[in-house]
């Protein structure tokens, strides 16, 4: 697969992870606005994207706002995401085991102003960080959120090295439930998984 396919009004380009995504969408506008597809079927399985999705989701957060790192344990969910207002800094991070870039992460400025969408795939936990005064972000999924089947990781842990474009003189504000997420260490021990 190229790395690049361009597929009706959609560039869909390949990451340094396999199956994670960045798409581009086609913006008609003139002095009155613009109009834009974000998702069209065949498109997206024409770019390599072939998911039924279930259940969309619409955030609004404030800036400095952390979300994450988020995935589903026994119902793992794709995602294809975007922001509407705003500017986040939006992050996967490889959780399949055997997978050649297990543990390493890939990020990605979603915005407005930039229109482009994240896809990931099942198997990643997922995070956002906002950088603009409000982000209100969307998501599809292919799997319907499940209470108590939540699982998460460390925002800041070493081992992963997510690059956070913090916001200089903003602290960041996570959510009690993601104050205690385990360091990748942990998740990989309860799992037999063996660091390399």
Request: hydrophobic residues 35%.
């Amino acid at each position: 697969m190229p790395d690049t396919i361009t597929s009706g009004n959609f560039t869909f380009t390949k990451t340094a992870i396999d199956g994670v995504t960045v798409v581009d969408a086609k913006a008609y506008g003139d002095d009155r606005g613009y109009f834009m597809e974000t998702y069209k079927r065949e498109d997206f399985v024409a770019g390599g994207i072939d998911c039924d999705f279930v259940q969309d989701n619409q955030s609004a957060s404030a800036q400095g706002v952390l979300r994450g790192l988020h995935f589903q344990i026994e119902h793992p969910q794709s995602k294809l995401v975007r922001v509407v207002e705003g500017e986040v800094f939006d992050v996967a991070v490889d959780l399949r085991p055997g997978s050649p870039t297990f543990g390493r992460w890939e990020g990605v400025v979603l915005s407005a102003e930039n229109r482009r969408q994240f896809f990931v795939p099942r198997g990643f936990a997922h995070g956002f960080y906002v950088m603009s005064e409000k982000a209100v972000f969307c998501y599809k999924c292919d799997d319907v959120y499940r209470p108590g089947d939540e699982g998460g990781l460390m925002w800041d842990d070493p081992a992963i090295g997510v690059e956070w474009p913090l916001v200089e003189g903003v602290e960041v504000n996570l959510s009690e439930k993601d104050t205690r997420h385990a360091p990748f260490a942990q998740y990989c021990a309860e799992r037999g998984i063996e660091l390399k």
